[in-house]
């Protein structure tokens, strides 16, 4: 089997994106699964900006038995923002992902200075609301933020940090270590947003993170943005103890999650990326933040 296919044998995607969507997805979940099973994967997370997908995840499973789905949430505005109540439903519904706000973080309007929609293929528009932050009127994290971290803990999920900025994310981070979450996951630093350079990177590690490199930056022509060599290096740079190799596809412009996946791992390898980094970050890696054994 050629390296590239060996490599999502038993891979877990932790960031994908499907129908049903607010955003134009052109594929849903049970596709998803289909291509999965096709490629030999263990599982994926399913990722929606704006509700909890763990009942899509339970009724996927229940039709491909051969692969395993995994729930997750998403705090936007759309399921309250950063709401404890909605945490503790989603990790008692089995989700095993809770993600920080993303596109309706306060950072994402920000930097895109996109406030409202229709954007991204999302067609309709979102009433108005305040940028969701970690932070209150005085610079410091919100107490909802500390019950959070307390519930993520309690379950062992992975918190990841979504679209907030860096200051928010070494917060985070630190409030998060103190309320015993082990498993706390850097979302996608080689995308625009939230693109670190090395030194940041090797920080947040040093201090106990997983970080999340993402296809879609390497794959998409909308979101393109790095070469598979640049993203080889860092890895070379770094050793794949503590990164993750996510799709973050879902895109009509970008081939489904495991062809992207495998695209830019072929890429990878042809400038000299190293297989077992590669292996760490597909399989082990994603298999412990989300509980599973190696």
Known sequence: MRPDLKLLVDAIDMHAHTHPALFRRPIDDADLASHAMDY????????????????????????????????????????????????????HYGARVVWMPSNHSKYHAEYFDTPDYPQLGRKRRQLKGDGVTVFDENGNLKPEVGEICDLVAEEDACLATGHLSID????????????????????????????????????????????????????????????????????????????????????????????????????????GADYDELEKMTKANPAHLLGLSA
């Open 40 to 91: 030999g994967m263990r599982g994926f997370v399913l990722k929606d900006h704006d509700s909890d997908t763990t009942g899509r995840a339970y009724h996927v499973e229940r039709q491909f038995r051969h692969v395993k789905p995994f729930g997750a949430v998403v705090l936007n505005r759309s399921v309250g923002g950063l709401n404890p109540y909605v945490v503790q439903n989603a990790l």
């Open 168 to 271: 928010e994310t070494r917060a985070l981070q630190a409030e998060a270590t103190k309320r015993g979450v082990k498993k706390f996951l850097v979302t996608h630093v080689n995308w625009a947003l939230t693109r670190y350079e090395l030194d940041v990177q090797r920080e947040l590690i040093a201090n106990g993170a997983y970080l999340e490199y993402v296809a879609v930056s390497c794959v998409s022509p909308i979101f393109w943005e790095q070469k598979p060599d640049e993203l080889a290096e860092w890895i070379g740079e770094l050793g794949g103890d503590r990164l993750i190799l996510s799709s973050d596809l879902g895109q009509a412009s970008a081939a489904p999650h495991p062809e992207g996946m495998r695209m830019l791992i072929s890429s990878m390898l042809d400038v």
